[in-house]
């Protein structure tokens, strides 16, 4: 039962997939494409700082746990909600997260 659901960023396209106990998303850095990279040679930026907002509906959940998974770099991290929001640690390219709901 999981629904898609895009959310607004100044930075980043985010896409996720909301369930009832679970979250999937998919931060992606808006300013780096396939043309961008291998095209015209633009190394990937490092973001940092980047914080996601999440809509009020899921904001409010009880939350079990947040992982964050980088797949350029193959590393798993714990994250943490504070009033809603999520605190991504510094990437390149995109980054995945996922939120349990007790």
């Not at 895009?6 to 009832?20: E, I, K, M, S, T």
């Not at 190394?43 to 914080?51: A, H, K, M, T």
């Not at 590393?75 to 007790?102: C, H, N, Y």
Request: proline content about 7%; glycine content about 2%.
């Amino acid at each position: 039962r999981f629904r898609p659901v895009r959310l607004d960023h100044p930075r980043l396209r985010v896409y996720l997939l909301a369930g009832q106990r679970t979250l999937l998303a998919w931060c992606r850095d808006s300013q780096n494409t396939w043309q961008a990279e291998l095209a015209q040679s633009k190394v990937p930026e490092s973001l940092q700082d980047q914080v996601i907002a999440l809509p009020k509906d899921m904001a409010s959940r009880r939350t079990a746990s947040v992982r964050i998974y980088d797949p350029w770099t193959n590393v798993w991290l714990q994250g943490k909600l504070e009033d809603g929001r999520l605190a991504l640690p510094p990437f390149r390219r995109s980054i995945v997260f996922r939120i349990d709901w007790k």
